[in-house]
């Protein structure tokens, strides 16, 4: 994924103000960054490698201009290299483009324009955009005309912003990929996400797939492609922008790690009443679906197991699918409400998935961490889960936010009254506190970050918890991990473990799942694998564990959230000995807008 | 106002604060129902203060996490003093990121913004002075440090005097010029620390005019457990609450659940996301942290109960502070009054005190805690335990 800014109306600024915004989008991508600024000419800087090398760039050659456009990269086509990183340019040094997201038929719009004349510098499919410009200036378009000349050639997903030499406007417009305006009386900023501009201005207008800004000194407008104008609502966003500083931490991750109490209470706020034995979520009023299928990937697919976990043990059928599969191969939807997990709301993969099923005439339902975002702008019901901006790249709050969201879901949805479940759920916060603070994760990472693999095993509502945990590690660490529900492991995985590949064993309650699972360890211990056991202590695991992660003891679903805290920090505490660049890890980005 | 910076000194533990203290810092105790930390932030940004530095140590995570990167749009720097090794040490913290005068100020005592101006308008008026300090009257000097003031200059500076000469205290509240630093590295340690008043006293022998002003709003100070009660009462008398009022001196978050057969009796506050049952009765001097559970008919009476904690249907709550996820079960008696503590070796005569209960602590049901009880944090009381005295941490009481 990239990350694309724009500022127009602070003409001394322009470049500071780039910056500024590509240095809050760095999660979204980062192996290379550019800024074009307009004046009588465009000038673009552009560097491979990390935010820091652009700035060391402009620090001695400074581009200034009234407008300017930026970027930072994550690769989708080309390696990242100087001259595949954005703006790209046409022959003439006159437009410059960024642009985030795939463009389909770029070969055969490349080759056509080579053909014509055109000569290409770079392996990116953007470049064909700005020669498209070009083309069409030549046959006499205006700026804007020539813009939208060539969004009409391009097919695929896209956010695309452009400068030319001599004008005094950005022009953008998305097709699949988010692009927000900042709103302020005297300057008009645009981004990828809010973060970028947020310190300047908490007003924004989100721009629809289709949609054309045109952003100058005089201020924004919105048009169609035919060129109609959009009357757009002006939304306040009401959270901080140095929210998503660092405040002292060492790494974003374990920032938002310590922050998951904080992030459970603004989920929870005013949806639960302990005393009344009942959860309510205004938003979902009427939403009592007879069967589930959730869609979603990565981390968020693992809450949609555990939700639809939830939805069967209230006896009504629900299954978690892997968005991808889900476009390729649909299952039969029957009268399923369908319900999409996305943090960002921006995912290419979850968002295929909804609409194939809106295709087939399902309901959908949304939960998602990021108003306005296409997901819930898309669904039919859109169910927050309030977890304030995530910058570290691994998930981590907002896996547990989507935990206790699938909840609140969970009993409204079924009309639960189980007063202690509930009461469970409110005491999530000041549990997940408990775990932080009495965690003992750091010494086992200690022991074991030079392990040669890790596995993680658990069953029922544990069993997606031991999915994410080893995706954490394997994420952030880059060593090798694999969860597996616990009864699996003696049909294969078990061939694998030795006494170099910790087993992390997750067992709650003192059930026939526990007894199970307890079972499963007696298994590896005989092969000399040491057993790390997350537990409440109610089993007897400790028994036959090296180690053990503690967790309070309290009710099975809410167990799952706590042990997940266990696992975060083990992951991390393991990355941190293994000197591994946390917030950033390599390859991945925050949200993937490409299929 | 000139000084535009302010350090804040969040570092320390609070020895005698235990068992409170376990999981944080005293600055993150709570006076009525936020962070005492949170006033002191709230009165420097009443006073013109733009930028704050935060020294931090003990359980620093609990600070930052709670007060994030800016307070009030005020950005908050953090900086860490890994050993806390007096206050002149935990000022050398933060010397990296002060470069201009500032204030300094203690992180665990609530005072007004005018105190702040005072001292300030002292240290503009004399611009050749490296320090001005805020001094006021206390009839018990020997227990503070104690200044003798002559015309605005100190003229001497003591901690503890064993003298009754003395009759006003530094009430830790200073403004100093960035040389300060040097001078704190040339003191000597003492006991292995550095002691800001060994700065000043060595800066007065040197000559330097060092400024006193007497200076009020000064919250009393919170040494031990029971002082939480009385300074939520001051700070619930003086309306320093947050939360809308529903009536004169009763003050509810929107987001808690109040029934309507319950009855706050003011002065009281209850926090965010709370639910009181019905027949309670809550108040008068009780503050309810956020998440707070007060079950149906239980009373609760001058109280400080910190977030997520729990008090049973038909529980009786006096004079107790509690702090973060305690569960007070079914039929809890807390009966309150006077009583001795104990606190170390010290005892403390006729203190207005129930019982102190840390951080998750669990009582079954039909508990009764006798006056003056310490519960240590994670204790378990078992069913109708008759507790007193000091219970340890982690303990479990079986009868």
Redesign the interface.
């Known amino acids: 994924m990239c990350g694309i800014v724009g500022c127009v109306g602070r003409p001394d600024e322009t470049l500071d103000v780039l910056m500024h915004g590509l240095s809050k989008l760095e999660y979204r991508g980062y192996d290379s960054a550019g800024v074009a600024l307009a004046n009588s000419a465009v000038e673009i800087e552009k560097h491979e490698g990390e935010l820091a090398n652009l700035e060391r760039a402009v620090e001695s050659d400074a581009p200034a201009g009234p407008v300017g456009i930026g970027h930072t990269r994550w690769s989708t086509h080309g390696p990242p290299s100087d001259r595949n990183s954005h703006p790209h340019a046409d022959c003439e040094g006159e437009v410059a483009v960024i642009h985030n997201g795939i463009i389909e038929n770029f070969q055969e719009v490349k080759d056509e324009l080579t053909a014509a004349g055109h000569e290409f510098t770079s392996d990116t499919d953007t470049e064909v955009v700005p020669h498209l410009i070009e083309s069409a200036l030549a046959d006499g378009a205006s700026n804007e005309e020539a813009f939208r000349a060539a969004i009409e050639r391009i097919e695929g997903s896209y956010a695309i912003a452009a400068v030319f030499a001599g004008g005094d406007s950005v022009f953008c417009t998305r097709q699949d990929s988010p692009l927000v305006l900042g709103i302020d009386d005297d300057a008009t900023y645009l981004a990828s996400d809010v973060p970028a501009f947020r310190e300047f201005t908490d007003r924004v207008v989100y721009l629809e797939d289709g949609e054309f800004a045109r952003i100058d000194a005089d201020g924004w407008n919105v048009s169609t492609a035919d060129g109609e104008s959009v009357e757009k609502t002006i939304h306040t966003v009401n959270w901080?922008a140095?929210?998503t500083?660092?405040?002292?931490?060492d790494h974003f991750m374990l920032?938002e790690i310590?922050?998951q109490?904080?992030a459970l209470?603004q989920c929870?706020?005013?949806r639960v009443?302990?005393?009344?034995g009942q959860v309510e979520l205004e938003e979902l009023a009427g939403v009592r679906p007879s069967s589930v299928q959730f869609v979603a990937c990565g981390t968020s697919y693992h809450a949609a197991l555990y939700g639809a976990e939830l939805f069967r043990e209230a006896g009504i059928p629900a299954q978690a699918f892997l968005a991808s599969e889900y476009v390729t191969s649909p299952p039969p939807i029957g009268d399923a409400l369908v319900v999409g997990v996305t943090q960002s709301g921006e995912t290419a993969d979850t968002l295929s998935a909804l609409r194939e099923a809106r295709q087939r005439g399902a309901r959908t339902l949304a939960l998602t961490n990021v108003v306005g975002s296409t997901v819930a702008r898309e669904c039919d019901h859109t169910l927050y889960i309030r977890a304030g901006p995530e910058i570290g790249v691994a998930a981590s709050k907002t896996f547990a936010s989507q935990l206790a969201a699938l909840n609140l879901f969970a009993f409204a949805a079924t009309d639960d009254h189980d007063r202690e479940a509930i009461g469970a759920l409110?005491?999530l916060?000041?549990?997940v506190?408990?775990v932080?603070?009495d965690s003992t994760a750091e010494s086992v990472a200690e022991a074991y970050h030079d392990a040669d693999a890790y596995f993680f095993i658990g069953r029922g509502l544990n069993y997606p918890v031991a999915l994410e945990g080893a995706l954490k590690l394997k994420e952030i660490t880059y060593r090798h991990a694999e969860g597996f529900a616990a009864g699996e492991l003696k049909h294969g995985p078990l061939a694998l473990v030795t006494d170099n590949s910790p087993v992390i064993a997750i067992t709650t309650g003192d059930g026939e799942l526990a007894r199970k699972t307890v079972n499963n360890v007696k298994e590896v211990e005989a092969r000399d694998a040491p057993v790390i056991a997350v537990t409440d202590g109610q089993s007897d695991i400790e028994r036959y564990a090296d180690h053990v992660l503690t967790i309070p003891e309290t009710q099975p679903r809410t167990a799952a959230v706590l042990a997940n805290v266990q696992l975060q920090l083990l992951a991390y505490h393991t990355a941190d000995q293994l000197g591994r660049s946390i917030d950033k890890p390599r390859n991945l980005a925050k949200s993937v807008t490409v299929e | 106002m000139s000084v535009r910076t302010a350090v804040v000194l969040a570092a320390g533990e609070g020895n005698r604060l235990r068992p409170l203290t376990y999981n944080r810092p005293k600055p993150m105790l709570p006076a009525a129902n936020r962070p005492i930390l949170g006033y002191v932030f709230d009165a420097l940004i009443d006073a013109g203060i733009e930028r704050i530095t935060v020294v931090i140590g003990y359980k620093r995570d609990r600070v930052q996490e709670h007060f994030g990167p800016t307070y009030r749009d005020t950005p908050l720097d953090y900086v860490v003093q890994d050993k806390q090794l007096g206050s002149g040490h935990a000022l050398l913290a933060a010397r990296s990121s002060v470069d201009e005068p500032f204030l300094l100020v203690n992180g665990d005592r609530v005072f007004d913004s005018g105190l702040v101006a005072d001292v300030v308008a002292e240290f503009d008026a004399y611009p050749d002075a490296p320090a001005a300090l805020g001094v006021l009257e206390h009839r018990d000097v020997r227990r503070y440090g104690a200044v003798a003031l002559h015309e605005g200059r100190i003229d001497e500076i003591v901690e503890k005097p064993e003298s009754d000469d003395f009759r006003l205290i530094n009430a830790g509240v200073y403004a100093f010029r960035t040389g300060i630093f040097d001078a704190i590295e040339a003191t000597e340690r003492r006991d292995g620390e550095l002691q800001l008043p060994d700065t000043l006293a060595r800066l007065i022998d040197e000559g330097e005019d060092v400024r006193g002003v007497r200076v009020d709003g000064l919250s009393p100070h919170a040494t031990y457990p029971w002082d939480l009660l009385t300074v939520t009462q001051e700070i619930l008398a003086r309306g320093r609450v947050d939360e809308p009022a529903r009536e004169q001196g009763v003050w509810v978050d929107d987001t808690s659940l109040v029934h309507e057969s319950a009855t706050l009796q003011a002065p009281v506050v209850v926090g965010p996301d709370c639910e009181v049952g019905p027949g309670a009765v809550v108040g008068p001097d009780v503050a309810l942290g956020r998440n707070v559970t007060v079950e149906a008919n239980a009373t609760v009476t001058r109280s400080v109960l910190d977030g997520d904690t729990r008090v049973g249907p038909g529980s009786t709550v006096l004079d107790c502070v509690a702090g973060q996820d305690v569960t007070l079960g079914p039929g809890t008696l807390v009966p309150g009054g006077q009583t001795d503590v104990r606190i170390g070796t010290h005892v403390h005569e006729d203190r207005s005190l129930g019982a102190v209960v840390a951080d998750r602590a669990d009582a079954d049901g039909g508990v009764t805690l006798e006056p003056g009880t310490l519960v240590g944090p994670g204790a378990r009381l078992h069913v109708g335990v008759r507790a007193r005295g000091e219970i340890p941490a982690g303990a479990e009481v079986l009868d």
């Open positions: 901080d140095e929210e500083g660092k405040s002292g931490y920032k310590h922050e109490p904080r209470r929870l706020r005013g009443d302990e005393l009344g409110r005491d916060p000041s549990t506190q408990e932080i603070d």
